[in-house]
T-cell receptor, first 111, second 115 residues
Framework: QKEVEQNSGPLSVPEGAIASLNCTYSDRGSQSFFWYRQYSGKSPELIMSIYSNGDKEDGRFTAQLNKASQYVSLLIRDSQPSDSATYLCAVTPGGSYIPTFGRGTSLIVHP | SAVISQKPSRDICQRGTSLTIQCQVD?????MFWYRQQPGQSLTLIATANQGSEATYESGFVIDKFPISRPNLTFSTLTVSNMSPEDSSIYLCSVDRPSLQETQYFGPGTRLLVL
């Protein structure tokens, strides 16, 4: 069973702070890593993808991947109340084209 | 980007009955996926539906309980059969994004409550 683990939270941060969300995965052969955002009552939407070790930045979002340690993280700079949502980590196991999702981390950004 | 619609958006059903969920995509796609998201749980893949072939079910899901149709490249249905309260969940269809391999667009979901 390929597993993707996330702390369910909630993670509470003040507006303007950096939110750090973490994810670990079990399959060393995984090659593709994604972060989805899911607002309450809505479906998930992709916000970041990363395929190689290191950092990938897109606006206020930075995804970090460390394959040796089997973790992937998402940093949200200058957090806004509108960032309050559940963030799902997804990892595509080796030999598959379908991602496995973690349970998600609930983020609350308070004014 | 693909536009995906689902019907119904929500429903309340009695145990022992069946519900068919429809998923419509505004463009032709090779694969469509059906997920379940139970409260506080991750997205769990039920099956992958390719047009013109039998759906491929994940471990723990069977065709008798979740029959799937895929009559063409823009449409699929998932039926939740002989429902029990444990089937209460959000059911999501998705398609993969041809421009970004292995990532998926999700439909708005169907919120099902079984009494």
């Amino acid at each position: 069973q390929k597993e993707v683990e996330q702390n369910s939270g909630p993670l509470s941060v003040p507006e303007g702070a950096i939110a750090s969300l973490n994810c670990t995965y079990s399959d060393r052969g995984s090659q593709s890593f994604f972060w989805y955002r899911q607002y309450s009552g809505k479906s998930p939407e992709l916000i970041m993808s990363i395929y190689s070790n290191g950092d990938k930045e897109d606006g206020r979002f930075t995804a970090q991947l460390n394959k040796a340690s089997q973790y992937v993280s998402l940093l949200i700079r200058d957090s806004q109340p509108s960032d309050s949502a559940t963030y799902l980590c997804a990892v595509t196991p080796g030999g598959s084209y379908i991602p496995t999702f973690g349970r998600g981390t609930s983020l609350i950004v308070h004014p | 980007s693909a536009v995906i619609s689902q019907k119904p958006s929500r429903d309340i059903c009695q145990r022992g009955t069946s519900l068919t969920i429809q998923c419509q995509v505004d463009s032709q796609v090779t694969m469509m996926f059906w997920y379940r998201q139970q409260p506080g749980q991750s997205l769990t893949l039920i099956a992958t539906a390719n047009q013109g072939s039998e759906a491929t079910y994940e471990s723990g899901f069977v065709i008798d309980k979740f029959p799937i149709s895929r009559p063409n490249l823009t449409f699929s249905t998932l039926t939740v059969s002989n429902m029990s309260p444990e089937d209460s969940s959000i059911y999501l269809c998705s398609v993969d994004r041809p421009s970004l391999q292995e990532t998926q667009y999700f439909g708005p979901g169907t919120r099902l409550l079984v009494l």
